[in-house]
């Protein structure tokens, strides 16, 4: 038989059962003192093993009061996962680390729970840190939202009016098209509006559909309507202002010259060029 015996907090063996009796009579361990031996389900006192309790009178303790070592503990796996999905929360950020929070908040306050009503469970530590860090997510969230919004709100009027710029160059293109087709039959109703004598953008899109440059449906892709047309001839200079429009929230302006060059502008924003010298200088 091999016993190994705990005594004043320290773990000791195994012994023979020879050796335990020098041990006993040596006063090195008592007879109160923890042991356990191969076979046994939990540690008894010396006392209890019958080869022993003729060297004292000593009654052995019940089996009850003394406290087993077994079974280790282990780690509670709803914690492990809170501590999983709270750092993907804060890695991914955004809607994923979002999506990830909420479950590890949720994992994290049971595998808590489940820790403070066992005792052989541990992993508070992880459970905690899976919390805050889903908290955390769940927090910042509305803020960094806030702080983004303003930038893709800009990025989305940005590229409004860029759309914009590109349908004022196919206008642009259309309208230069009939000029030189003007130019070259000789029929004064085509051309750039002044020198057609067109002075409403309804007489301008009349011209431009019968005359086959555009269809109804293109000027509606183009958004015909939201573009200010200049009464502008063909011996205006190049950087003429001939097509203008506002984009939806008013934070840009788009110029296109006669020349055929375009560009964005905020308000006010000297674009150095001129509106038309006659009037109106804009289509009605």
Known sequence: MQIRIHSKGVEQGPFSLEQVKQLLQSGQVSLTDLAWSEGMPEW????????????????????????????KKKKEPLAVWSMI??????????????????????????????????PSLTGGGMAVAGLVMGYLTIVSLPILAALALPAITAALERGQATQMLSNCRQLHLAI?????????????????????????????????????YLTADDLKRLRFEDIMIG????????DTVFLKAVSPKGKLVIIFRKGGDGALYRPGQNTLSSDPPRRPAFLD
């Open 44 to 71: 008894k006192p010396l006392s209890s093993f019958p080869e022993l309790q003729a060297l004292s009178s000593v009654p052995p303790l019940p089996a009850a009061a003394t406290p087993p070592p077994f079974p």
């Open 85 to 118: 999905l709270g750092i993907i929360s804060i890695v991914g950020c955004g809607v994923g680390g979002f999506l990830a929070a909420i479950p590890g908040v949720i994992c994290g306050h049971i595998g808590l729970s489940r820790i403070n009503r066992n």
């Open 176 to 212: 230069q098209t009939a000029q030189l087709d003007g130019e070259t039959t000789g029929n004064p109703k085509l051309g750039y509006p002044f020198d057609a004598k067109i002075t409403t953008k309804a007489a301008l899109k009349d011209m431009l559909i019968a005359n086959n």
């Open 231 to 238: 009464n502008v001839a063909e011996e205006d200079p190049d």
